[in-house]
């Protein structure tokens, strides 16, 4: 019988040790047949939902996006950002970079509520988080993509996380472009997802110190505009779009807006202000093309964020509440 060393075992094992963990990764990625053969209408069902939401209010395209974006940047794409309050559940609703502006939590409600009258405990709510974003792109003009299906629903929520992980509206270059850092995003991915600001409003509360400011990087002409309907003093609701001259479009405007000193937060306006994604703007403002293909790419990079697959998380019944 043949005798293994000691060395020689250990390097056996650590063998199939490698072999194993690039087999469960391999069973962990993403799929875009995930439900090809567990709920085939799954993307029709999802679709019809957001269409419906998108005809009756156009700006719900942008709330979609805007949700996802703040699912994945707290604990992964998981639909934490779903999780209503309970005693043990301190919900990421109440957060402030979504409390009183995050929105469409019903329209992924809807979506779930049909996709379990055809397959229950199927389809999970952070994969309709990913989808619904997607479709409300295309619904506005802008770029589709090939949606990467299987993630699964977290038990938990993370208020603290969704305090200090998702960019706010004052963050300088630096912090963006580390915060987004963190979470295995470029600096080209800054730029390309902060394009989705070519759609959506902002309330008045999140740009009156820009306007007000007096400062050489706002267009004296836009913020005289701006000023009209977010007076210095109360009116903190008041809503404005974000891009003046394209509102209901996903498009490369917004760039152009940037180079025009017309971006109406702060946070976007710093992505062009003599620093290192000036270029990168020019580059979108002067291509059309190139925007919508990054934008796309940022996007599925976007939903790779920590997913929970195989036996992790859980499939959320209703996607506001534990099962």
């Known amino acids: 019988m043949m005798s293994i060393s000691n060395n020689s075992f250990a390097t056996i094992v650590g063998i199939f040790s490698l072999v194993l963990l690039s087999s469960m990764q391999c069973r962990a990625q993403l799929s875009s047949t995930f439900y090809d053969r567990t709920c085939p209408n799954a993307l029709n069902t999802i679709r019809t939902s957001v269409e419906q939401a998108v005809s009756n209010e156009r700006r719900m395209a942008a709330s979609l996006i805007r949700l996802h974006f703040h699912d994945c940047f707290v604990q992964g794409c998981d639909a934490s950002i779903l999780l209503d309050e309970t005693p043990t559940i301190v919900s990421e609703k109440t957060a402030l970079p979504n409390l009183g502006s995050a929105r469409g939590y019903d329209i992924i409600e809807d979506a779930k509520r049909e996709l379990e009258k055809t397959c229950p405990g199927v389809v999970s709510c952070a994969d309709i988080l990913a989808v619904a974003a997607r479709d409300a792109s295309t619904l506005v003009g802008g770029p589709s993509w090939t949606v990467k299906l299987g993630r699964r629903d977290s038990t938990t929520a993370s208020h603290p996380l969704a305090e200090i ?118 580059e979108y403002s002067n291509n059309s093309h190139t925007f919508a293909t990054d934008f796309a790419a940022a996007m599925i990079r976007l939903g790779d964020i920590s997913p929970l697959t195989n036996q992790s998380g859980i499939i959320r019944i209703v996607c506001g509440s534990i099962n």
């Open 165 to 282: 992980d998702i960019p706010g509206p004052f963050d300088p270059l630096d912090r963006l472009i580390s915060g987004f850092a963190n979470k295995g995003l470029s600096t080209r991915d800054v730029v390309a997802l902060s394009g989705a600001h070519s759609i959506g409003q902002a309330q008045c509360f999140l740009f009156r110190d820009r306007i007000y400011s007096n400062e050489t990087d706002i267009d004296d002409g836009f913020a005289s505009i701006r000023k009209r309907q977010c007076p210095q003093e109360e009116q903190n609701g008041n809503l404005a779009p974000l891009d003046l001259v394209t509102p209901n479009q996903l498009d490369n405007n917004y760039f152009k807006n940037l180079i025009q000193r017309k971006g109406l937060l702060q946070s976007d306006q710093v992505l062009f202000s003599g620093g290192s994604t000036d270029s990168i703007v020019s």
